[in-house]
């Protein structure tokens, strides 16, 4: 198109206020396997549940690539004007290291190392975490609860699955009973047959069937962390606390449930089917997504392995969590993606230039923001991509281009102030949105720099040398440097 038609239409598109409401979103759903269209169960509303920390340690980039994008969900789905009611629990008990029914508590094997309350040690963690997502931006959720906090709905819940014969009591701990759920292994691509053929022959005899998994755990004496119930003293199984804490909040059928990879089996197979245990419903959730793993040098980056790096680890190393946030946003969720010292340095240019290109083209619009065709444009393919299954690189492609696209335009002399300020608005509200990395009362400019950059470019028009270089030394004084560029004046913050 060309830059005639541009401002011919100018005037019409942006008189145009660009209806957000509503638009179609598709999501791929780990359950069928294919992107669906995102219908919610409440027209305008969205039920999200994440799938939290387990606060034993700090949380390492890797988790926090699955917590970005759980913002970039909600963020994405809040552009596109649903109201997103977004539940992140802290998995404060529980856990055991086998991520299954051996093993020790994650938060107990922890204490005893460190010599430390259990529940000290989940509380400081937890408030790092919170720190942490604080500086990467990740927006809070409605509600962060704790496992800990909810243990009598977890007890209630287990009673109904004994009372439904879904679980049995041995012992003190409760089992639920995987073959009364005939699409167990559906979200994982398992078939009970599979998995009965692939199961190990189970050292834990209390179990009817090795396929069975725990839902109540009895606790010895030396476990720290434990509650009375009906089957003696106790502490829940992790999946347990999950099928609760969303139910309790969001309501026995919500939208969206998510969490890294790896979560799918069996922590998600299972709250499946304890949820079909106690509410009959096949799917009591209907979107379930899951982002890939980060990698460090290929391999899955993990606390087990030691082959990670925490929030803090990079802060020290003199990286803002704005542009941590910007490189684990950058990747497409449903791909792999291998972090790397040279990636955190092309976050740190990107934002550099969209900071810069806000400040060029906000003292080109004169402060002002306004829509233009310029930004109409790329904001419909902006929006696609991240309609389309939250397709983050392919959206910010979308953003350089039209940032790439309006620097030349600069050079050239050709681009409007009208038109200016459509790119302005584009990355202060769309972009920001979503991506959220650039800081923004940093890029305004103080209106007193604006008039002396007026009269500055005023003066070098009339080839007044002498009073366009006073201009600039007051300017200086202001904070500013002023750099002259072929397509007029530019200002740097000193
Ligand atoms: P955890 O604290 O172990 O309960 O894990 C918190 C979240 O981080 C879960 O959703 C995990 O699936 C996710 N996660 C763990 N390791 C990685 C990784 N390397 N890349 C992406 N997500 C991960
Ligand atoms: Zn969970």
Same mark, same amino acid.
């Given at each position: 198109?060309?830059?005639?038609?541009? #401002?011919?239409?100018?005037?019409?598109?942006?008189?145009?206020?660009?209806?957000?409401?509503?638009?179609?979103?598709?999501?791929?759903?780990?359950?069928?396997?294919?992107?669906?269209?995102? &219908?919610? *169960?409440?027209?305008?509303?969205?039920?999200?549940?994440?799938?939290?920390?387990?606060?034993?340690?700090?949380?390492?980039? !890797?988790?926090?690539?699955?917590?970005? /994008?759980?913002?970039?969900?909600?963020?994405? @789905?809040?552009?596109?004007?649903?109201? $997103?009611?977004?539940?992140?629990?802290?998995?404060?008990?529980?856990?055991?290291?086998?991520?299954?029914?051996?093993?020790?508590?994650?938060?107990?094997?922890?204490?005893?190392?460190?010599?430390?309350?259990?529940?000290?040690?989940?509380?400081?963690?937890?408030?790092?975490?919170?720190?942490?997502?604080?500086?990467?931006?990740?927006?809070?959720?409605?509600?962060?609860? +704790?496992?800990?906090?909810?243990?009598?709905?977890? *007890?209630?819940?287990?009673?109904?699955?004994?009372?439904?014969?879904?679980?049995?009591? $041995?012992?003190?701990?409760?089992?639920?009973? &995987?073959?009364?759920?005939?699409?167990?292994?559906?979200?994982?691509?398992? &078939? @009970?047959?599979?998995?009965?053929?692939?199961?190990?022959?189970?050292?834990?005899?209390?179990?009817?069937?090795?396929?069975? /998994?725990? $839902?109540?755990?009895?606790?010895?004496?030396?476990?720290?962390? =434990?509650?009375?119930?009906?089957?003696?003293? !106790? /502490?829940?199984?992790?999946?347990?606390?999950?099928?609760?804490?969303?139910?309790?909040?969001?309501? %026995?059928?919500?939208?969206?449930?998510?969490? !890294?990879?790896? @979560?799918?089996?069996?922590?998600?197979?299972?709250?499946?089917?304890?949820?079909?245990?106690?509410?009959?419903?096949?799917?009591?959730?209907?979107?379930?997504?899951?982002?890939?793993?980060?990698?460090?040098?290929?391999?899955?980056?993990?606390?087990?392995?030691?082959?990670?790096?925490?929030?803090?680890?990079?802060?020290?190393?003199?990286?803002?969590?704005?542009?941590? +946030?910007?490189?684990?946003?950058?990747?497409?969720?449903? #791909?792999?993606?291998?972090?790397?010292?040279?990636?955190?340095?092309?976050?740190?240019?990107? *934002?550099?230039?969209?900071?810069?290109?806000?400040?060029?083209?906000? =003292?080109?619009?004169? !402060?002002?923001?306004?829509?233009?065709?310029?930004?109409? =444009?790329?904001?419909?393919?902006?929006?696609?991509?991240?309609?389309?299954?939250?397709?983050?690189?392919?959206?910010?492609?979308?953003?350089?281009?039209?940032?790439?696209?309006?620097?030349? +335009?600069?050079?050239?002399? &050709?681009?409007?102030?009208?038109?200016?300020?459509?790119? $302005?608005?584009?990355?202060?509200?769309?972009? =920001?949105?979503?991506?959220?990395?650039?800081?923004?009362?940093?890029?305004?400019?103080? %209106?007193?720099?604006?008039?002396?950059?007026?009269?500055?470019?005023?003066?070098?028009?009339?080839?007044?040398?002498?009073? #366009?270089?006073?201009?600039?030394?007051?300017?200086?004084?202001?904070?500013?440097?002023?750099?002259?560029?072929?397509?007029?004046?530019?200002?740097?913050?000193?």
């Amino acid at each position: 198109m060309t830059l005639v038609v541009y #401002s011919q239409v100018h005037k019409f598109l942006s008189s145009q206020v660009l209806s957000m409401s509503l638009l179609t979103i598709r999501l791929h759903n780990t359950l069928s396997r294919t992107k669906e269209v995102f &219908t919610p *169960i409440e027209p305008g509303k969205v039920s999200m549940y994440c799938c939290g920390p387990t606060v034993y340690d700090f949380a390492h980039i !890797g988790n926090f690539r699955t917590f970005v /994008f759980n913002d970039l969900l909600v963020r994405t @789905l809040e552009y596109a004007g649903y109201e $997103v009611t977004k539940v992140m629990n802290i998995t404060d008990v529980g856990h055991l290291t086998s991520d299954a029914d051996e093993g020790e508590d994650k938060i107990l094997k922890k204490a005893r190392m460190e010599k430390k309350d259990p529940f000290a040690i989940a509380r400081f963690f937890e408030e790092a975490y919170v720190e942490d997502e604080q500086k990467l931006r990740i927006k809070p959720p409605a509600a962060r609860p +704790r496992a800990t906090e909810w243990i009598k709905q977890q *007890i209630i819940f287990v009673e109904q699955l004994i009372e439904k014969g879904f679980a049995y009591a $041995v012992n003190g701990s409760v089992y639920f009973r &995987t073959h009364k759920c005939g699409h167990y292994g559906k979200l994982s691509g398992n &078939t @009970l047959k599979d998995l009965d053929m692939g199961a190990r022959i189970e050292l834990n005899d209390e179990k009817e069937d090795p396929l069975d /998994f725990v $839902v109540w755990k009895a606790a010895n004496e030396n476990h720290l962390m =434990q509650w009375d119930s009906p089957w003696g003293k !106790g /502490f829940p199984g992790w999946h347990l606390e999950c099928s609760v804490m969303s139910t309790e909040i969001l309501g %026995e059928r919500f939208d969206i449930h998510t969490g !890294g990879e790896d @979560l799918t089996f069996p922590h998600h197979e299972c709250e499946i089917a304890q949820n079909y245990g106690c509410t009959g419903l096949e799917n009591n959730i209907n979107y379930w997504l899951h982002g890939r793993f980060l990698l460090l040098e290929g391999e899955k980056m993990s606390k087990s392995k030691g082959n990670f790096y925490t929030i803090r680890d990079l802060m020290e190393e003199g990286w803002k969590g704005t542009e941590i +946030r910007y490189l684990l946003a950058s990747g497409y969720y449903q #791909s792999q993606f291998n972090f790397t010292r040279k990636g955190l340095e092309q976050a740190r240019a990107s *934002i550099a230039r969209l900071q810069e290109a806000v400040r060029v083209f906000s =003292q080109i619009a004169g !402060g002002n923001i306004q829509p233009s065709i310029f930004n109409i =444009q790329y904001r419909e393919r902006y929006q696609a991509a991240l309609f389309d299954d939250i397709n983050t690189p392919e959206a910010l492609a979308v953003v350089f281009e039209l940032v790439g696209e309006g620097m030349k +335009r600069r050079d050239e002399g &050709t681009l409007t102030e009208e038109e200016a300020a459509g790119i $302005v608005q584009f990355l202060e509200q769309d972009f =920001q949105a979503i991506f959220d990395v650039l800081d923004l009362e940093g890029g305004a400019i103080p %209106e007193a720099i604006n008039v002396l950059l007026q009269q500055r470019e005023e003066a070098r028009k009339n080839k007044d040398w002498a009073a #366009s270089d006073s201009l600039r030394d007051e300017i200086k004084a202001l904070g500013y440097e002023v750099l002259d560029e072929s397509g007029g004046q530019s200002l740097r913050k000193r």
